[in-house]
């Protein structure tokens, strides 16, 4: 099991960057698959981003491509999202997921197939 601890959430103004932290704790953070997702007062969770258990295969959702970068450094347990370009449609609680993973070059862009979620972390820009 991993327990999922996000930060760096808070309020931007539009077009400025956050960079949001998952710190992994429990079994080794390099065994899962990781990624982020979001979730917009009143609407269904949505897939932001994904990469594999060895940081070379990733992929992000449309709406953040060419803004967003995932990343990951295992020797420290950490997942990274760093967001850049805000815009006022990123409000949202962000969240953190792990999936047990055997292959080490699978992402997956399935939310359902996560098994560990984080708490969550504001973001809120603001025009």
């Known amino acids: 099991q991993v327990q999922l601890v996000e930060s760096g959430g808070g309020l931007v103004q539009e077009g400025g960057s956050l960079r949001l932290s998952c710190a992994a704790s429990g079994r080794t953070s390099e065994m899962y698959a990781m990624g982020w997702s979001r979730q917009a007062p009143g609407k269904e969770r949505e897939f932001v981003a994904a990469i594999s258990r060895n940081g070379g295969d990733i992929n992000y959702a449309d709406s953040v491509k060419g803004r967003f970068t995932i990343s990951r450094d295992n020797a420290k347990n950490m997942v990274y999202l760093q967001m850049n370009s805000l815009k006022l449609e990123d409000t949202a609680v962000y969240y953190c997921?792990?999936?047990?993973?055997?292959?080490?070059?699978?992402?997956?862009?399935?939310?359902?197939?996560?098994?560990?979620w984080g708490q969550g972390t504001q973001v809120t820009v603001s025009s």
């Open positions: 997921a792990a999936k047990l993973a055997f292959s080490r070059s699978t992402y997956y862009g399935d939310l359902g197939q996560y098994n560990f």
